[in-house]
């Protein structure tokens, strides 16, 4: 890693603090809570160990046997093809979609304020194939359907579970 120009180290947010903690765990070789401490420094960014700890511990980190023997942070990845039931999007949606539009292979989906982000996970956790990917805001998400895969069925499908 190249050598940072001195500068006062930052304090992240908690979420950019522990998105950047969970990719030093995936790019090195973890032994100790204070090695954490010391990676983000050379990052440019100030965290104690009491942080850290809770970082490691809200990551849901465990340590495992690496390779080489030694004991290593980890976070565990859920399996790809982990699923939220069918009845979770038909709930979500009856719940909380209130109207629904598309245009070729987008869809835009309508919420209460503040509510967008709930069924935008709802959709990514559906495990839809023709489901690129969602983006959510405050009361809009949109879908990104697969090249190939017309928005209008997707629609249908979701305002049929919205009861719409």
Request: charged letters at 20%; a negative charge; aromatic letters at 2%.
């Amino acid at each position: 890693m190249a050598a940072r120009a001195q500068t006062a180290p930052v304090r992240l947010a908690k979420t950019q603090r522990q998105h950047l903690v969970a990719k030093l765990l995936g790019s090195h070789a973890v032994t100790s809570q204070e090695q954490v401490v010391h990676l983000l420094a050379d990052e440019g960014v100030a965290a104690t160990q009491a942080t850290v700890s809770r970082d490691l511990d809200d990551l849901g980190a465990i340590k495992v046997r690496s390779g080489a023997g030694e004991s290593i942070y980890a976070i565990p990845e859920l399996p790809r093809d982990q699923r939220a039931p069918d009845d979770h999007l038909r709930k979500v949606c009856a719940d909380w979609v209130v109207e629904i539009a598309h245009s070729a292979n987008v869809v835009v989906v309508r919420t209460p304020p503040g509510t967008a982000n709930v069924v935008g996970s709802a959709l990514d956790r559906a495990g839809l194939p023709e489901v690129l990917g969602t983006v959510a805001g405050d009361d809009t998400v949109i879908v990104i359907v697969a090249d190939g895969a017309p928005g209008g069925p997707l629609a249908d499908r979701l305002r049929e579970h919205a009861g719409l």
